[in-house]
């Protein structure tokens, strides 16, 4: 089974994604990329990761053309300028699937205030990949 999350930097929501579903299932060949790929993942994403028990320290911000020319079981986009701008894998994906979340990274005011909004996305982004997860892999 393979799965690749898109998003539009692939520095924050998508690596989280990645993480997270690499976690439930070991044997998924889960990888992310970005539209717009920033080249570096987000410190902070990097840390709430961390929190919950998750390295992604390692992971990398790759271009989404580094894998058009691959088959997918699932492509996921999980935020709106990934999905509207999401690129054509013609005849090589099962499925595509949207699964929104908010950035996080834009998130202004004290520094308490944007940590709990990197709390809050990570928390629903586990969420949202453990229902699909039990959804749509696990009974496989």
């Known amino acids: 089974m393979k799965v690749l999350i898109l998003c539009t930097g692939n520095s924050c929501r998508s ?3 990645h993480g997270f579903l690499q976690s439930f299932d070991p044997n998924l060949t889960v990888c ?3 539209t717009e790929a ?3 993942l987000n410190e902070k994403a990097v840390a709430a990761m961390k929190e919950a028990g998750i390295d992604i320290s390692h992971h990398t911000s790759d271009s989404v053309e580094k894998y058009l020319d691959e088959e997918w079981d699932y492509v996921i986009t999980v935020c709106g300028g990934a999905n509207e701008s999401c690129p054509a894998f013609t005849g090589k994906v099962k499925h595509r699937l949207h699964i ?3 950035d996080p990274s834009h998130a202004t005011g004290t520094d308490e205030f944007i940590w709990s909004e990197f709390l809050r996305v990570r928390d629903e982004i586990r969420a949202g990949f453990w229902k699909f997860y039990n959804e749509n892999i696990k009974s496989i």
């Open 100 to 102: 929104g979340f908010d």
């Open 38 to 40: 920033s080249g570096k």
């Open 15 to 17: 690596q989280m994604a």
């Open 32 to 34: 992310s990329a970005g």
